[in-house]
């Protein structure tokens, strides 16, 4: 079984401050991770994506993950974040192998970006 | 670029009554899933889809769910005898293969069970 843990369920943050939002997974196989966005009505779309090589992935409007296998765990960064960052992001994993495998979520963690 | 689109993306329902939700995944995508999210909790997954069969489901997916995918584009949840704790907002995804492959998330249907 694997589950997700986003340790923050909110997070205020000025604009233009660096952001870090925290996930930890555990599984018992090998991963792929993913972070999404939900934006106010709508539905999640994909941030970025870790599934082997480089630990430090990057993903659409300046954000970045780094997996860290040893800590098992994949934080989403940002180092100046705007007021349209302000939304829902879930982080998410699924393991590898069989087709059609379910993503896992975590709980989510709500930006809330000030001026 | 491509998107899932489902409707409605607001469904009302009396409670004990059968309610379709739809779904019309990426074209070219083969792999199709169905989440809820209950107000204030997590995504929780229900059920994926391949080849025209249930590949995995959740334990929330019981017999009073049901899958289809009726035709070449559409892929419908089917609800029998809805119950208030029903009410959610039910997700919609895609992918094009299988799992190192990112799902595509529609909008979201919410239903209300009254």
């Known amino acids: 079984a694997q589950s997700v843990t986003q340790l923050d369920s909110q997070v205020p943050v000025f604009e233009e401050a660096p952001v870090e939002l925290r996930c930890n997974y555990s599984s018992s196989v090998s991963v792929y991770l993913f972070w999404y966005v939900q934006y106010p009505n709508q539905g999640l779309q994909l941030l970025l994506k870790?599934?082997?090589?480089?630990?430090l992935v990057k993903g659409i409007n300046g954000f970045e993950a780094e997996f860290n296998k040893s800590q098992t765990s994949f934080h989403l960064r940002k180092p100046s974040v705007h007021i349209s960052d302000t939304a829902e992001y879930f982080c998410?994993?699924?393991?590898?192998?069989?087709?059609?495998?379910?993503?896992?979520f975590g709980g989510g963690t709500r930006l809330m970006v000030k001026p | 670029e491509p998107e899932v689109t489902q409707t409605p993306s607001h469904q009302v329902t009396q409670m004990g009554q059968e309610v379709i939700l739809r779904c019309v995944p990426i074209s070219n995508h083969l792999y199709f899933y169905w989440y809820r999210q209950i107000l204030g909790q997590k995504v929780e997954f229900l059920v994926s889809?391949?080849?025209?069969?249930?590949?995995?489901k959740s334990e929330i997916f019981d017999d009073q769910f049901s899958v289809e995918r009726p035709d070449g584009s559409n892929f419908t949840l089917k609800i029998r005898s809805t119950k208030l704790e029903d009410s959610a907002m039910y997700f919609c995804?895609?992918?094009?293969?299988?799992?190192?492959?990112?799902?595509?998330f529609g909008d979201g249907t919410r239903l209300s069970i009254l």
């Open positions: 870790y599934l082997s090589g480089s630990t």
């Open positions: 889809f391949y080849n025209n069969e249930i590949s995995e």
């Open positions: 995804a895609s992918s094009r293969l299988n799992s190192n492959q990112p799902q595509h």
């Open positions: 998410a994993v699924t393991s590898g192998g069989n087709a059609g495998n379910m993503l896992t």
